[in-house]
């Protein structure tokens, strides 16, 4: 189908005093970060195009956007991924560049290659640098030459069964094996000896020819109770690269975080310097620019090692946003337009505590999607607390996408405000008509192990276990 455009009668925000870095923006997105980019370009006088698919007519990026493109039918191979309608878009309207969001094409190099030979700026880093930490087993020999460390593994690809027991025997058990091309916590296989091996490195590799197109996998070390420790980066054409601090991401299902916050309750001042540095240095060594997030796990006795990097803005970036006071989305539209980082090293301080949960539309216990219509809806307010969502009154939740609907924030000057504040707007969240996650946030509020911050990635795995 084409491209429709319809455009709005109501002039968007008015320009600041500083000429903005673009005219015009599209958002190749949906939900709640379609909606976090569309505010961004508000406060800096952008306009904006929303895309959406047949399922998200009524969709608040839709309605917040100065201009609107129908791309496709509900899935999202035939819209939010489809390079072709997402391009002409842009092209009818306008558009000087695209932010991706996160998920869809937002790290997709070919479709970076698309944008640039379509004279279109794409808010992110080169297809080239994409495609070198894209794939996980070369982004692991890029840091390996930049000397970060890494977890023990195979030197690259592994092949064959044969050639996976060798490796596994060497590194040692548990392993882990991971599709190069994963994501989304998909592809991976926890082995614990020789005789699960080779049935479980099969199933990792069709699960990740199915998922990703692509079965190249590689092994690990298997590390029993790590913590999750990731460091925001930002760069500009310059070769200017700062961190603005980590994030702590253990509370996790299944591989997938649930609940992050900055800073972490482990770190001390000294490893901290350490773990941001080696992330300026990965990134340095790739030339990197625009917004990324450098994923580390790092083990009881306080050795850390690099997992992968992450070269778009991150569903959790709020975190870091509140203890920083910086504009993650802002800056990144800043440095596209070719600007310089607004700010030094010295300048990011982290201040107070922020914690974030993810709301999904699923059972709070069972995790089974529940899609459907919202019936009555009751954001939280107050001191210290942030929603970003896209939800609205009799919103209909489409089953084809995501089902994180909403990321509530709390800021607090320490960590014990930061989780009363969230306990507070759990407290007074209203979502009815769906199931939602939130419930089992509250409890995870009140439990002595996340209150006293002891916890490692396999913490939550547990407490469900205990719940049952
Ligand atoms: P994805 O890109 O799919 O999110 P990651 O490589 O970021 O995959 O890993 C996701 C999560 O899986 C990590 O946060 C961690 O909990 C777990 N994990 C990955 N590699 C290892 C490992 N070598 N040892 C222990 N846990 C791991």
């Not at 992050?260 to 030339?287: F, H, M, N, W, Y």
């Not at 997992?307 to 990144?332: C, S, Y």
Request: with cysteine; aromatic share 6%; net charge negative.
């Amino acid at each position: 189908m084409g491209a429709a455009i319809r455009r709005k009668a109501t002039p968007t925000a008015t320009a600041p005093a500083d000429a903005p870095p673009f005219k015009k923006i599209l958002i190749a997105n949906r939900g709640e970060i379609a909606l976090r980019v569309i505010l961004a370009c508000k406060e800096m006088g952008i306009q904006t195009v929303a895309v959406y698919s047949e399922a998200d007519r009524n969709a608040l990026h839709v309605r917040f956007a100065d201009e609107e493109v129908c791309i496709g039918p509900p899935p999202s191979s035939k819209s939010y991924l489809n390079i072709p309608q997402v391009i002409a878009a842009a092209e009818v309207t306008g558009a000087e560049a695209i932010h991706p969001g996160y998920g869809f094409l937002s790290e997709n190099a070919h479709f970076v290659e698309v944008c640039q030979a379509c004279g279109i700026t794409f808010i992110g880093p080169s297809g080239e640098i994409i495609r070198k930490m894209g794939n996980k087993a070369q982004a692991k020999a890029t840091m390996l030459e930049a000397g970060v460390p890494l977890m023990p593994g195979s030197d690259g690809l592994v092949e064959t069964v044969e050639e996976a027991l060798v490796v596994a025997e060497q590194i040692g058990y548990p392993v882990i094996v991971k599709a190069s091309a994963g994501g989304g916590g998909r592809g991976m296989r926890i082995v614990n000896n020789p005789e699960e091996l080779p049935d479980l490195y099969n199933t990792a590799r069709s699960e990740a020819k199915n998922a990703f197109g692509d079965d190249g996998v590689y092994m690990e070390k298997y590390l029993l109770e790590p913590r999750h420790i990731e460091v925001q980066i930002m760069g500009d054409l310059f070769g200017n690269v700062v961190h603005l601090g980590e994030r702590e991401c253990s509370i996790q299902r299944r591989h997938q975080k649930l609940i992050e916050e900055s800073p972490s309750a482990v770190l001390d001042p000294a490893l901290r310097q350490r773990i941001c540095d080696t992330a300026v240095r990965a990134a340095k060594a790739v030339g990197y620019y625009n917004a990324g997030t450098i994923e580390f796990l790092l083990d009881k006795r306080g050795d850390f090692f690099f997992m992968e990097m992450n070269t778009r803005v991150q569903v959790e970036h709020p975190v870091t946003e509140l203890v920083t006071g910086i504009d993650i989305v802002k800056e990144q539209i800043r440095i596209a337009a070719g600007q310089k980082l607004s700010f030094r090293q010295e300048d990011v301080v982290q201040k107070g505590h922020a914690i974030e949960c993810r709301i999904n539309a699923e059972d709070p216990f069972k995790f089974t999607p529940c899609p459907g219509r919202i019936t009555a809806l009751h954001f939280p307010g107050g001191p210290g607390i942030r929603v970003d969502t896209a939800m609205h009154q009799d919103a209909v939740i489409p089953p084809h996408y995501d089902s994180m609907v909403a990321k509530l924030i709390a800021f607090g000057a320490n960590r014990t405000e930061a989780i009363a504040r969230m306990r507070r707007a759990l407290d007074t969240l209203v979502i009815e008509g769906i199931k939602t996650t939130a419930p089992l946030h509250r409890r995870i509020m009140d439990q002595p192990d996340f209150i006293a911050g002891t916890f490692s990635t396999k913490w939550l795995e547990g407490y469900l276990e205990e719940l049952k």
